[in-house]
């Protein structure tokens, strides 16, 4: 039987970038050996690596291989040597002209709180145990692309004007997505707008409630943003599916992101249709990019959302998911999430204990299923 072969573009950016995604690539080749699959990767440059070679932060052989690809694993963009140049020439252009170009309008940020690193939460242990929810954010419309937009002059004094627009079917297939996410969870899904002031966040109430009745076997609550912003550090664990447009999934999703206490866990996705990015929360850390003691784990986690959501590979998924887990409570740290008492590892070496958790957790399901 032929070996099903999946294509990966493979971005790995500035900073940190390659050394994280490198280590990502080495548990998706273990992965690909227990499920006889094959990841076919191939490299585009982004980012200032990109602005460097091309003088474009997305050159268009990036943009043809990622269109071409099954999906696309980028490491991260940006930092100080790039920082004087004009807006859109800026590495982060890259990153935006990405996800406009492949119309990957849903942006998947999980928030997972491990019990081994509880007490790297700034939440106290007892309120942050147990989270595992899910940020699902409109991405390519809402009030960051809308227009009118700019500064003007208005009799006589500088106005600054942003657009906030949504249309029935932008609002549906995003609602649709966090359905059919919730289905696959705990059957739960939380809207959040401004209903009560915004005419916008009416019709977003008025189109997900429409979208609801498709999934009755899911449950629907509403809340306003602010109120949700108290409700994400008051009570976390309640939390499962959060669907939400692009500026309050922008502040939600990174308030969210600071329950489990260190960025360097956090993954994400942004997915449409047709394609889907995978990429880590964090940043290009360029204070110590070649030092080889970056976190891996949310590349890696990263990468299972790509087994995940892009080939239906979910019992991978979930292994990878597991391994790192074990990594964890066997007292393995990059120096990010160190504390005393725990074993400070670097990249490598927290990548090959992730692989061998890996290995060892297959072959237990194996054995299991006889």
């Known amino acids: 039987m032929e070996k099903k072969v999946y294509r990966i573009a493979v971005l790995k950016g500035d900073g940190i970038g390659p050394e994280v995604v490198d280590a990502a690539l080495k548990v998706l080749d273990k992965v690909g050996e227990l499920y006889g699959v094959d990841f076919e990767y191939r490299e585009g440059l982004i980012g200032g690596a990109a602005i460097d070679q091309t003088g474009k932060p997305l050159p268009e052989e990036t943009l043809k291989l990622c269109l071409e690809s099954d999906a696309v694993l980028l490491g991260a963009v940006g930092g100080p040597k790039w920082d004087d140049l004009p807006q859109d020439k800026k590495p982060e252009r890259g990153l935006l002209q990405i996800r406009k170009a492949l119309n990957l309008y849903a942006n998947l940020r999980p928030v997972k709180v491990f019990d081994a690193l509880l007490d790297s939460s700034p939440l106290k242990p007892e309120v942050a145990k147990g ?3 899910l940020v699902v954010r409109e991405l390519v419309s809402g009030i960051y692309y809308g227009e009118p937009r700019g500064i003007y002059e208005e009799n006589g004094r500088r106005c600054g004007r942003n657009t906030m627009k949504y249309c029935e079917d932008e609002i549906a297939r995003v609602a649709r997505k966090a359905f059919e996410i919730a289905r696959k969870r705990r059957k739960k899904v939380t809207s959040v707008d401004k209903a009560n002031v915004l005419d916008v966040s009416a019709l977003w109430r008025e189109v ?163």
């Open 131 to 133: 989270t595992d929810l």
């Open 208 to 370: 997900v409630n429409e979208v609801a009745k498709e999934y009755p076997d899911v449950e629907l609550e509403h809340l306003y943003v602010d109120n949700a912003a108290m409700q994400l550090v008051r009570r976390p664990a309640t939390f499962d599916v959060v669907v939400t447009g692009n500026i309050f999934g922008d502040i939600l999703s990174d308030e969210a992101g600071v329950i489990p206490g260190s960025l360097g866990m956090l993954p994400s996705a942004s997915i449409g249709d047709r394609h889907a990015l995978y990429e880590p929360v964090h940043g290009s850390a360029p204070d110590i990019a070649g030092m080889g003691i970056a976190n891996p784990i949310a590349t890696i986690l990263s990468a299972a959302m790509m087994l995940k959501y892009s080939f239906n590979m979910d019992e991978a998924a979930r292994l990878v998911e597991k391994a790192v887990e074990e990594t964890l409570n066997q007292g393995y740290r990059t120096p990010d999430i160190y504390s005393e008492g725990t074993k400070k590892v670097n990249t490598e070496q927290m990548t090959e204990k992730i692989i061998e958790n890996l290995e060892r957790l297959f072959k237990e399901e194996r054995k299991k299923e006889g």
